[in-house]
């Protein structure tokens, strides 16, 4: 499996971006998709995740504001990031899981929340 992951950039405080993970490879085997961020002096964390029957989870800091979806027929995964906060500031991380334990990681991309 390999992903590629677009879309950060700089953005100012309450502004919107919407990252992209397009999955290639062995993409049958993927139960779900995700994304995880890690900031500076900080350890990498779960942002959001979606399993292949569309059920969604959300780390509560990003509950209301972040949404993840899928099209499937592209194999790509999507983050809309709304009311974005300077803490948001981070490298983004697609994932992918393929049962039973492997993990599959993008090659991040940098989302800076700056006014």
């Known amino acids: 499996v390999q992903l590629q992951a677009s879309g950060g950039g700089l953005v100012q405080p309450g502004g919107s971006l919407r990252l992209s993970c397009a999955a290639s490879?062995?993409?049958?085997?993927?139960?779900?998709m995700g994304w995880y961020r890690q900031a500076p002096g900080k350890q990498r964390e779960l942002v959001t995740s979606?399993?292949?029957?569309?059920?969604?989870n959300y780390a509560d800091s990003m509950k209301g504001r972040f949404t993840i979806s899928r099209d499937n027929a592209k194999n790509t995964v999507y983050l809309q990031m709304n009311s974005l906060k300077p803490e948001d500031t981070a490298v983004y991380y697609c994932?992918?899981?393929?049962?039973?334990?492997?993990?599959?990681w993008g090659q991040g991309t940098q989302v800076t929340v700056s006014s």
């Open positions: 994932n992918a899981q393929v049962p039973p334990h492997m993990a599959y």
């Open positions: 979606i399993t292949s029957g569309g059920v969604t």
């Open positions: 490879g062995s993409i049958f085997s993927i139960n779900a």
